[in-house]
């Protein structure tokens, strides 16, 4: 089992930044690949991004690319979201998995391949 456990959500001005912290317990942190995915209301939970066990690899979705950076601390058992240029559309619970693999060969895209998850964490962008 890994619990994890996301914080640093809140209300910000478009824009703005936030920063989001996933720290993990349990089994070994750092064999696990970890992702970030979100859920807007009335909306589908869609991917964000994704890093390699190691931390030496990362993906990204289209809408975040160059505005946020996923990062690991693997001594920490924690995984992080720095998000910058903040706008509307980025409203909506933010939640981190694990993914057991630790990306052996592909991006982890789809939250089937996750096998443990946080209970989210609330991010609302005011225009």
């Known amino acids: 089992q890994v619990q994890l456990v996301e914080s640093g959500g809140g209300l910000v001005q478009a824009g703005g930044s936030l920063r989001l912290s996933c720290a993990a317990s349990?089994?070994?942190?750092?064999?696990?690949?970890m992702g970030w995915f979100r859920q807007a209301p009335g909306k589908k939970r869609e991917f964000v991004v994704a890093?390699?066990?190691?931390?030496?690899?990362?993906s990204y979705a289209d809408s975040v690319k160059g505005r946020f950076t996923i990062s690991r601390d693997n001594t920490k058992n924690a995984v992080y979201l720095q998000m910058n240029s903040l706008k509307p559309e980025d409203t909506a619970v933010y939640y981190c998995?694990?993914?057991?693999?630790?990306?052996?060969?592909?991006?982890?895209?789809?939250?089937?391949?996750?096998?443990?998850w946080g209970q989210g964490t609330q991010v609302t962008v005011s225009s």
């Open positions: 998995a694990a993914e057991p693999t630790g990306w052996n060969s592909r991006t982890p895209y789809y939250e089937y391949e996750y096998d443990y």
């Open positions: 890093i390699s066990k190691s931390g030496g690899s990362t």
């Open positions: 349990g089994r070994t942190f750092s064999n696990y690949a």
